[in-house]
C-alpha cells in the first residue's frame, strides 16, 4: 500500500507542475524584441459606419438661443437641471434623448426632418446632417457623435460586464484593461472575439502573447464586439488543488497508522 501511495503522489505531482504556467505564458506580446520597429503596425482602424438601431448625440447650434431651442428640445427643458450632462451623463439618457437610426437607416431631427446616415461614417453622417441644417439656419453648425459603442468583455478577466466607449476607436488591449484585466486563469492565448456584421457573425481568436495579433482586424474592436477570454485548460486542477492536498494528508495518515499498527 506504501508503494501505491507513492506512486499516487507522484502521478497527482507532475499533473499538479503540468498545469503550472511559466511566466512566457503569461507575458502579452513575449516574442518582441526591445526597440523592435513594425512599420505599419498596428494597421490604421477602419472607421466605424453608423447601423441601423445605433444611437446618435446630435446636436445642432446657431448663435442664437431661441433657435437653439428649436433645434435641440430636448437639451433645452433640462438646462436648468444640468443641461448636457443631465441628459447624456446617464445610459437611460443616452437612450431617450440620443437619435436612433431607424429601420430605413434615417434619424428625425426636429425642423430638419430625416437625415438618411446609415453606412455612413460618424463625420460622414455630421456632414450630411450639416448640409440639412444649412438650408434653415445661417453659420450653424453640427456636432455628432456615436453613443452606442459598447463592447461586452466576458470569461477570465476580473471584471466582465458590459462597457462603453466615448473616444473613435478602442483596442482588444483596452477592452480587456476596462474590465480590470485577465485572472490568473486566464488564457492569454485563447481570445476570441465575436462580431456582428450585416453579413452574419464574423469570430476571431487571438495569440496576445504574439505580436502577430497587432495586425488582426480585430485589434480594433467594434461597437457590439464581444471579447471572451478563455479559462486556462488546467483550471480544473488548479481550483481543485486544495482538495488533492486533503486526499492525500488523509491517504498520508492512513498510511502510517497501518504502519504503526
Known amino acids: 500500500m506504501k508503494k501505491n501511495f507513492i506512486v499516487l503522489c507522484i502521478a497527482l505531482l507532475g499533473l499538479y507542475l503540468s ?25 490604421p482602424f477602419a472607421e466605424y459606419k453608423v447601423k441601423v438601431n445605433d444611437n446618435l448625440y446630435i446636436d445642432v447650434q446657431s448663435l442664437s438661443p431661441e433657435i437653439n ?8 427643458t433640462n438646462s436648468t437641471t444640468g443641461g448636457t450632462s ?13 437619435f436612433q437610426v431607424d429601420l430605413g437607416g434615417n434619424v428625425a431631427l426636429p425642423v430638419i426632418g430625416k437625415v438618411h446616415v446609415a453606412g455612413l461614417t460618424v463625420n460622414e453622417a455630421q456632414a450630411a446632417i ?10 450653424g ?4 457623435k456615436l453613443l452606442s459603442f459598447k463592447i461586452t468583455v466576458m470569461g477570465e478577466v476580473k471584471k466582465p460586464g458590459v462597457y462603453y466607449n466615448y ?7 483596452e477592452g480587456i484593461s476596462m474590465a480590470g484585466g485577465e485572472t490568473d486563469y486566464s488564457r492569454i492565448q485563447k481570445v476570441l472575439v465575436v462580431r456582428p456584421t450585416e ?10 502573447s504574439k505580436k502577430k495579433f497587432l495586425t488582426s482586424e480585430a485589434f480594433y474592436l467594434q461597437p457590439n464586439d464581444v471579447v471572451y477570454v478563455e479559462p486556462d485548460k488546467y483550471k480544473n486542477v ?24
Open 238 to 261: 488548479k481550483l481543485n488543488s486544495p482538495m488533492y492536498t486533503l486526499f492525500l494528508s488523509t491517504i498520508s495518515t492512513i498510511v502510517l497508522i497501518i504502519n504503526v499498527i
Open 199 to 208: 453579413k452574419g457573425t464574423k469570430t476571431y481568436r487571438l495569440d496576445l
Open 86 to 98: 443631465q441628459n447624456y451623463g446617464q445610459l437611460s439618457g443616452q437612450y431617450l434623448n440620443g
Open 19 to 43: 498545469s503550472c504556467k511559466t511566466s512566457k505564458d503569461m507575458v502579452y506580446l513575449n516574442d518582441i524584441q526591445d526597440q523592435e520597429f513594425q512599420a505599419g503596425v498596428p494597421q
Open 167 to 173: 473616444n473613435n476607436y478602442m483596442t482588444i488591449l
Open 141 to 144: 453648425s453640427v456636432k455628432v
Open 69 to 76: 431651442a428649436l433645434f435641440n428640445p430636448a437639451k433645452n
Open 130 to 139: 450639416q448640409a440639412k441644417a444649412d438650408e434653415y439656419i445661417k453659420d
